[in-house]
Each structure stands twice: as C-alpha cells, then as structure tokens.
C-alpha cells in the first residue's frame, strides 16, 4: 500500500459525511441502536461494534486504520498517551509471577513501571545491556513472559538488533514489544521484524505540533483484540475524538517533517562535531555511529534527537549553556515545530559525575526552524560556555 493512499484515503468514507474533505469529529460518548437485535450484538462484541467511545468511534476508526498500515499490522490501539500504549498492553499480557527481560535504561515512565508498579503484582524486571542479543538469552528464565526493547533509546541511542530479540521471544514462548518512539513507522518497521508488539508515542512526531498527548500500539488481530476487550476497556485510557482528530491532522504531514528534522538534525550533528567545546556527540546514523550497520539493516534514517556531552563535563558549564540558550526551547518531550534542549543532569537524584558517561549527556530535539537559525543560538551558548 503507497504511504500517500494511507495518509489520503484509507479510511476515510467520504461518501458518508458529505464528500467533506478533512474528516469528521464524531464527538459523542455514545451510539443509538434501531432495535433489540442490533443493541444485544454490540453489547455482545464490543471489539467489532459501534456502542460506547471508550471502545469504538468513527473518528477514531480512521486513524486506527492509518497507524495499523503504517506499522504493517493488523490493528492498532489508540491511547491518551504514549505511556498508556505501554503500560496497557503490559497489564493486559503479564500476571502474576512473570518476568521481564528489559533493555536498560527503557524511558523513564516505563522504568516506573517496572520498578514499581509491576512488582506490587509479582512480576520482575531484569535490565540488560541491549547492545548484544545474547544479553537478552542469558538473562531468560523459565517464567519470562516480556522481552522488552526501546530502539533506539532516546537519550544515549543504543540500538537492539529487533529482528533476533523477536525471534528469541518466540522460540522461548514469550512476547516481544518495542518502543518504536525514536523512529516512528515511517523509519522503522518492526512488525515487519517479527515483533508482536510495536508501541509509539503519537505525542511526539504523529501529533508533530506539541498540542496533544497520545499513544498507539500495533501488532496481530488477536492480541489487539485481547488487549482491547480486557484492560483497554477496564482501564479507560482511551483518546478523545477531537485528539485523534489532530492526529489525522498531523499524519498529513508527517512524512515532510520527518524528512526535514532528519536533514536539520545532520547539518547540527555535523556543526557539534567540529566545535572546540564539544566532547561526544551520540547520534544512531552516519559513521560515527558504533552501530552503524545494525541501523542501516533495520532503520531508514535518523533524526530528531541527538545527545552530546561538552569538552569541559561539569554541572556549571552545563548550567552556563542551558541558561544561553533562547531558540531551543528548555522543554520535555519533542517532535513537534519548536527544537528543545534537556541536560540530563535535570534528572540526578545523586551528585553529579563527570565520570559517569551520561551524568554529562545535553540532549536536543532539532525541530523545523532553518538550521542557520538554530547553529547561531548553539554557537553563542557554546561561546558563552568558552568565556566563562
Ligand atoms: C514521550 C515518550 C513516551 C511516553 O509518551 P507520552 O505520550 O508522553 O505518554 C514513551 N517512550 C518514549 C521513548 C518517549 O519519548
């Protein structure tokens, strides 16, 4: 299926709301029925009926259609965040008394998860060094039920190679799933690599303007159905219509931005390198990268995130440059118009150390402003942490 029919046409029944070109927003909580009979088969399927939008929407229903082509499954789940895409699944699979094999350092909502909330249900987590298959192998235990990947994470962009943790989940009886935020689908595909289940946060690149928390989750029929009919529906943690509205929105134009904040990101990544203040600059493409040829087999391109660490790796001069900042924007998340910039170091509960190779780690999201424009306000931070 071409990528434009998908963004243009699938889903969408203009014939059913007037030839409108934009599609509908079907804000109601529920369905009316004709008769008994009608009424008593959608209480009875919920999965396949229209009744109450907790469950099923029509504006919902286009979207759905959309994301599940993109990731190249069968179905996909709508969330009210990414977080939700995650958690839900996870709940819905796992009981009591199962285990988790995690890559390290998974985003940090998800290591909540993990840490704290699963273990009140007897389910464990060991984290392992994602980098090399066979961490995953020797941590499996006979209960081990998750191999969990999120490639590549977002801050330090090690990668998992999807195609052999899918496979050494299925010939162990376990599931695997990834958090395919960093690349979306456009970029990578993990179904494809045999993944059963594939989660994004459609908060970053599918919303694309900062102006709604969403998530999704794709995989086979039969899972998404399990999924839906148990805690999707119990937990309700569902999208408004008018949400995924903004998503069919932003999916309009996802392809051109992508192709523009991963063009803008290589100029940025190409400038940091060569500047005398700078240290590391970790960044998952080009020849650089250490896994570099893991990408190109299962990513199309990069883009949007990208860390470094200063020359002079102390919390004042990271200080000095995050306060220099004025175009990047010091913010949470990304993907949409606006470059931001986080220092890790926002996050440490313990003193800081240079040390540890991620204490010092300034990430940035490159956004859709000209990447002149950008350089200039890296290049003034960077001179203001020279001077001082
Ligand atoms: C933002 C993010 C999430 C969570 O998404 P929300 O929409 O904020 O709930 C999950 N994983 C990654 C990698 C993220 O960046």
Redesign the pocket.
């Known amino acids: 299926m071409h990528d434009s029919f998908i963004f243009h046409e699938l889903g969408e029944e203009r014939n059913d709301y007037f030839n409108a070109i934009a599609p509908p927003i079907i804000q109601t909580s529920n369905f009316a029925f004709n008769n008994f009979d009608d009424f008593q088969k959608a209480f009875h399927d919920p999965y396949n009926n229209l009744f109450y939008s907790r469950g099923n929407n029509p504006t919902l229903a286009i979207l759905r259609k959309k994301l599940a082509a993109l990731d190249g499954a069968e179905d996909c789940l709508l969330f009210g965040?990414?977080?939700?895409a995650?958690s839900t699944p996870i709940l819905a699979l796992l009981k009591s008394g199962d285990h988790i094999v995690s890559v390290a350092r998974p985003?940090g909502?998800?290591q909540r998860l993990f840490d704290v909330m699963l273990p009140r249900f007897g389910i464990t987590t060991t984290y392992i060094d994602g980098t090399d298959v066979d961490h995953y192998r020797a941590a499996l235990q006979p209960n081990t039920r998750l191999l969990y990947m999120?490639s590549p994470n977002?801050f330090s962009f090690e990668l998992q190679d999807i195609q052999a943790v899918a496979r050494l989940a299925r010939e162990h009886g376990a599931y695997s799933m990834i958090?395919n935020?960093?690349c979306t689908p456009l970029l990578q595909k993990p179904i494809a690599l045999g993944v059963d289940l594939s989660a994004q946060?459609?908060?970053?690149y599918i919303s694309g303007h900062g102006d709604v928390?969403?998530?999704v989750v794709s995989g086979r029929k039969e899972l998404i159905q399990r999924i839906y009919l148990s805690e999707h529906l119990i937990i309700g943690a569902g999208i408004s219509p008018f949400s995924a509205w903004l998503l069919l929105r932003g999916l309009r134009t996802l392809p051109l931005r992508l192709k523009q904040v991963c063009e803008t990101t290589k100029t940025i990544v190409e400038y940091l390198h060569g500047h005398s203040a700078v240290d590391r600059v970790l960044f998952p493409w080009g020849i650089q990268f250490t896994q570099q040829p893991l990408a190109e087999l299962q990513m199309k391109d990069a883009g949007g995130l990208l860390s470094f660490t200063l020359l002079d790796n102390s919390l004042d001069k990271i200080k000095i440059f995050a306060n220099a900042l004025k175009r990047f924007k010091l913010s949470f998340?990304?993907g949409g118009y606006e470059s931001l910039a986080i220092p890790y170091s926002i996050s440490l509960k313990e003193e800081f150390n240079p040390a540890n190779k991620h204490h010092g780690l300034i990430r940035l999201y490159v956004g859709l402003e000209d990447s002149k424009y950008l350089q200039e306000d890296l290049e003034q931070a960077l001179a203001a942490v020279q001077k001082a």
């Open positions: 965040s990414g977080i939700a995650i985003y909502w998800v999120e977002t958090d935020s960093y946060s459609a908060t970053k928390l969403a998530g998340s990304w």
